[in-house]
T-cell receptor
């Protein structure tokens, strides 16, 4: 069965520092991978997605993620974090099979705190 | 821009009440989803629908039902609300591959924070 693991429940970084949020997935076929961000009290906003092609994908707000098939990973990175990046981040893998087409499986999320 | 709206941002109900949460999307998406979000548990899928009048159980359907009479609207129903259904409820929608418009990325509404007392 498909699953997503985000090993870090909570990460704290200083403003201006680099950031890497980890995501590992379990999926039998070529995965469709996503990162979403959720600000307090809000819905989820898509940061970036990977379907195929270049394994390094660029997203909004200066984020990027790298798909590594050999490690079943899709880690999110940002070279310099801003205070406004404080939020919860969710990794997800998409299902493209049969009656569950379009379903996403989410990790439990990583809460990011940014120190000024 | 895709817009997914939910009928209420905050809702307070009493135990045993019947509760309706409404979700409307304006992008002609075939698939719609209801999740609940609890701290430390991430998003858990309650029900989803890939067409009008169609529904599929997700991972935690117990205590919930859904209705999809029109393509743009997907309702979540708590037949008899209980305190353990206090949570944030998120609705999402996406294109289906059957329409030829393969999207997969889900678009989310702002959420409804439901408190059952």
């Amino acid at each position: 069965a498909q699953s997503v693991t985000q090993p870090d429940i909570h990460i704290t970084v200083s403003e201006g520092a680099s950031l890497e949020l980890r995501c590992n997935y379990s999926y039998g076929a070529t995965p469709y991978l996503f990162w979403y961000v959720q600000s307090p009290g809000q819905g989820l906003q898509l940061l970036l997605k990977y379907f195929s092609g270049d394994t390094l994908v660029q997203g909004i707000k200066g984020f990027e993620a790298e798909f590594k098939r050999s490690q079943s990973s899709f880690n999110l990175r940002k070279p310099s974090v801003h205070w406004s990046d404080a939020a919860e981040y969710f990794c997800a893998v998409g299902d493209d099979r049969g009656s569950t087409l379009g379903r996403l499986y989410f990790g439990r999320g990583t809460q990011l705190t940014v120190w000024p | 821009d895709v817009k997914v709206t939910q009928s209420s941002r905050y809702l307070v109900k009493r135990t045993g009440e019947k509760v309706f949460l409404e979700c409307v999307q304006d992008m002609d998406h075939e698939n719609m989803f209801w999740y609940r979000q609890d701290p430390g548990l991430g998003l858990r899928l309650i029900y989803f629908s890939y067409d009008v009048k169609m529904k599929e159980k997700g991972d935690i359907p117990e205590g919930y039902s859904v209705s999809r009479e029109k393509k743009e609207r997907f309702s979540l129903i708590l037949e008899s609300a209980s305190t353990n259904q206090t949570s944030m409820y998120l609705c999402a929608s996406t294109y289906s591959g059957t329409s030829g418009r393969l999207g997969y990325e889900q678009y989310f509404g702002p959420g409804t924070r439901l408190t059952v007392t």
